[in-house]
């Protein structure tokens, strides 16, 4: 009985604490390696993220899901994004997304403000906040509007033009017009990676689509895309997932891989707490009982913010 104990504690024991060696010129990935068993916290999974996602990576037979919530495309993190984008299979993403990145790349001009400011004071000088993020309301709307008419008159003025379109086809249509190399959108069409937004109608964007409605015969499919998500679930023996922040974007990737018995890879970026019983606060381990997650997948939680933990973790796999 003592030698099974014996066992155990030595299982649970296996992995010693190793400090840091630091020094001057050290390359992230040097820096990664000799992070690989600092038992620091959000550290030590961060790291175990970065071998799940090299894992991932290698895996050719994985297909792999990028998804993320649209206040990070409001900073600079929107470059990174769109540099990754090529190293995943599918996109799954908010409508604040579109906008975002819509107005980037038309111009609208973003700042780097404060979380500690009168808001009432903003409003009165027509600034929105996002965060700590700055932006006039004209740099905002405005540029998405004046997109929005040049692409969907320019579909509408083709003769016999299709008046049904999936959230993923406006996607591409838009990537495809989209001048800026920097943008999301732009980047997933040119590397044929479908973005899809199952939330499209809640966000700027969204309103002009309702608009656009009024006076146009447009339908917008919500249901195709979702067969096509069902698809990519049944049609493929492993899946991924990189998932940043919690809601309808990290949901509908988990959802549809349940019905394939649950991700083979994912890692998980959330600053929300699990206690309330939130999706976004919901550990990975809390989807492996939905069979959303395999028991047996490689799979971590990072918490902490993914505007300053992306960077790095793309970086230390050359995911630029």
């Not at 979380?115 to 700590?132: E, K, S, W």
Request: with cysteine.
């Amino acid at each position: 009985m003592r030698s099974k104990n014996d066992s155990v504690r030595n299982r649970l024991l296996s992995r010693p604490v190793r400090d840091i060696k630091m020094k001057k010129g050290m390359r992230v990935s040097e820096l990664i390696s000799a992070m690989g068993d600092v038992g620091g916290f959000t550290a030590q999974h961060m790291v175990d993220g970065i071998d799940i996602m090299k894992r991932m990576r290698e895996d050719k037979e994985s297909f792999d899901f990028l998804s993320f919530p649209a206040d990070i495309v409001s900073t600079g993190l929107r470059g990174a994004l769109a540099g990754a984008v090529k190293y995943f299979d599918a996109i799954i993403t908010t409508c604040g997304t579109l906008d975002h990145d819509i107005a980037r790349a038309e111009g609208g001009k973003y700042t780097v403000g404060t979380f500690n400011v009168d808001d009432a004071m903003l409003h009165q000088h027509h600034i929105y906040r996002l965060g700590n993020i700055f932006m006039e309301d004209e740099e905002y709307g405005m540029p998405i509007e004046r997109k929005f008419k040049e692409v969907m008159d320019e579909l509408y003025s083709t003769k016999g033009h299709k008046t049904e379109y999936t959230p993923s086809e406006i996607a591409f249509e838009f990537g495809k017009r989209i001048k800026d190399e920097g943008s999301i959108l732009r980047q997933a069409y040119l590397h044929n990676v479908k973005v899809y937004i199952p939330g499209i109608v809640d966000g700027a964007f969204g309103t002009q689509l309702t608009l656009f409605s009024q006076d146009h015969d447009f339908k917008l499919n919500l249901l195709k895309d979702e067969i096509e998500l069902s698809n990519i679930s049944f049609d493929n023996k492993r899946t991924g997932a990189l998932m940043i922040g919690g809601g309808i974007s990290k949901h509908h990737v988990i959802w549809w891989n349940q019905f394939k018995g649950g991700l083979d890879y994912a890692v998980y970026i959330t600053t929300a707490s699990q206690f309330d019983g939130s999706l976004s606060g919901a550990r990975l381990t809390e989807a492996v009982s939905w069979g959303k997650v395999k028991e047996g997948a490689r799979y971590t939680t990072i918490d902490g913010d993914a505007t300053a933990l992306l960077p790095i973790m793309f970086a230390a796999i050359d995911m630029v």
